[in-house]
């Protein structure tokens, strides 16, 4: 069992309160908070060895260049991939998306059709409608049921000869649906399509394995999973990012530049223009190795646990509705009380010191989908106690009498 008050301790944040209540903070979907382990990283790197890498033969630069490829090396392992190379440091989902995307530029023709999913982050929407509008492509989209999960007799409908790429989320930020990628990628795979996950929500709980699932292009964000924010990666399998041309030109892609003509270098470095975030990739190993110390197993566990709790504790509440109720799901909780419009109740919930997330969550569809102008989301992570959720029950009780 995951001993809470010593990993609490690791997260000074946790110490504040907010308008002059202790911070409970739920909106872990958003952003994760960081551990004194890795703001020491952050601190000991610029204190110690701040630096460019790659091109420097001074000592402070061949230490960053080995940190930060020793971090590349953590990723690897940590996603199982098989070649360092096919990690690529971004600065983040929404970035590695647009690489793809645009890597994809060429590889696409009219008349070609992609899939997504109902249950999609903007971020996973957008460059694609991009490339589509780039290459006369057609975008097709899975749909999704009352229950928030994705329609998996009609994704099988939608495969053809024509499906060049699949792509969709591991885990709705929005809904906390856990999809059955594996089945998604096996069914693209028969017809020679390649499929993208986007794991920024799921890697949070899950330690994905890269090679067992198969899949083609796997993505996510640091500052989901303990790290900071502004770093984040793509694996690619080393046949595609070889197809792909680079996102974009500059320093560190090249391997010989003239007027004439210009050679890119080889992976990881094609993808990888311009002085990247040495700190924040570095941090990201460290914020892996923090997580992978208490372990995987260990940390689904425990959330599982607050889900249930939170769960049960919610419904209680009358007229409080969830939405996304998948037997598949992670520590995310999407609701709305009756007659009440989601933002006074979070802003009510601030002022107890109770951080919640209130909108569409980037996922405007999923919203117009139960005809609502979003939810309440509260969101679990690790470090958070059923004390917590009984702070916000109660919080969300007070907030629906004084609104209606
Ligand atoms: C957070 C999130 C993103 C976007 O991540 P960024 O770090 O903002 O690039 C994309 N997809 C999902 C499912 C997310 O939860």
Redesign the pocket.
Known sequence: MLDINKIRKDFPILNRTVNGKPLVYFDN??TSQTPQQVIDVIVDYYSNYNANIHRGVHTLSQEATDKYEDARHIIQQHFNAEKAHEIIFT???????NLVANGFASLIKKGDELIVSAL??H??IVPWQMLCEKTGATLKVIPMTLEGELDMEAYANLLSNKTKLVFV?H???ALGTINPIKTIIDQAHKFGAAVLI?G??ACPHIKPDVQALNVDFYVT?A??ICGP?GV?MLYGKEEWLTKMQPYQGGGEMIDQVTFEKTTYAGLPHKFEAGTPNICGGIAFGAALNYMNAIGFDKIAGYEHELLEYGTKKLKEIEGLKIYGTSKNKTSVISFNLEGIHPYDVGTLLDKMGIAVRTGHH?AQPIMDFYKIPGTIRASFAFYNSKTEIDALVAGVKKAKMMLS
């Open positions: 979907a958003a600065s983040g989902t929404t970035h590695s998306i999609e982050h971020s996973n989320n885990i709705s930020n986007d920024a929500q964000s500052h989901k924010t984040g980037c």
